[in-house]
């Protein structure tokens, strides 16, 4: 509860630009850490975007969700998205006449 309240202190002072930066961006570390633990999630992914950034992509097949982080060269990942209803490629059914 108390990360909320700090949230909230921040939100009055900072405004929703700068918390939502620093609410969803913490060390590699820990961010790795939740993701494994609170989500079950497991790497799946990524690349460099730039010289300075890798993205990557988690995701839970058994609990269906995913996330998207952009890693800086200072060590510091950031949540850029989130969300539920992860599915495998292989799942994915196309219509009738489209090929894949």
């Known amino acids: 509860m108390t990360w909320l309240k700090n949230g909230l202190i921040a939100l009055a002072v900072l405004g929703p630009t700068s918390l939502h930066a620093q609410a969803n961006c913490a060390d ?3 961010v ?4 494994e633990s609170s989500y079950g ?3 799946g992914g990524g690349g460099l975007q ?4 890798i993205l990557e992509v988690w995701f839970s097949e058994e ?3 995913w996330t998207v982080l952009m ?3 200072d060590g510091k990942s950031c949540i850029m998205a989130s969300g539920t209803n992860w599915r495998d490629p292989g799942e994915v059914k196309l219509p009738k006449g489209v090929k894949g």
């Open 28 to 30: 590699r570390e820990t």
């Open 71 to 73: 890693t800086r060269a």
């Open 32 to 35: 790795v850490s939740k993701l």
């Open 63 to 65: 609990k269906g969700t």
């Open 50 to 53: 730039n010289a300075q950034q």
């Open 41 to 43: 999630e497991t790497f």
